[in-house]
């Protein structure tokens, strides 16, 4: 969120040259190199469902962020961590205290009609569901799923909030291509 703000009120500062080698640097450095592409799958995403004008100039400052970035720096690496937002919960699980209440951190994910479902390893309750960007690129991958874990950021800044949605909810997918 606070990258996302600061592509939304301090582009020039964020899009120069020095500052961009040393957040990317520093995203590969901790193997989050996936955030990257992520932000843009998930603003692609959240545009097709409710398309508005802060949303396209945010997607318009992470195309110039990472335009010359090659995105293929991201695949060479294996295992490749992705981490991704859970969309739909309140579809699928409405109250998010129970998650949070719940010890169970393991997940599994679902293959299903182009969607992968995220579910509890435990008991199988669906807990929401990858967005669309970011499971046709995971399932072009290809792979086997190393580990899946749930996430939940103790705290999230959302101060002034550019994006339509809050994500409370992460998933840690590790992929181990073949």
Not at 22 to 48: A, D, F, P, R, T
Request: charged share 25%; hydrophobic share 40%; no cysteine.
């Amino acid at each position: 969120y606070e990258f996302i703000h600061l592509l939304s009120t301090e582009f020039e500062l964020v899009n120069r040259e020095s500052v961009k080698r040393v957040i990317i640097n520093s995203l590969k450095n901790k193997n989050m190199i996936w955030l990257l592409l992520e932000i843009k799958n998930v603003l692609s995403s959240l545009y097709n469902q409710n398309p508005n004008t802060n949303l396209r100039n945010i997607s318009k400052n992470v195309e110039k962020f990472l335009d010359n970035y090659e995105f293929s720096l991201i695949f060479k690496n294996n295992p490749i961590r992705v981490l991704t937002p859970l969309f739909d919960r309140d579809k699928y699980l409405g109250d998010i205290n129970y998650v949070k209440k719940t010890r169970e951190r393991n997940v599994i994910l679902i293959s299903q009609d182009n969607e992968i479902r995220v579910a509890l390893k435990g008991n199988g309750i669906v807990i929401g569901k990858i967005n669309p960007n970011t499971t046709r690129i995971v399932s072009e991958l290809g792979g086997t799923v190393l580990s899946s874990k749930l996430i939940i950021p103790r705290f999230i800044s959302e101060q002034v909030n550019y994006l339509p949605e809050v994500f409370d909810l992460w998933i840690e997918i590790n992929l181990l291509r073949l």
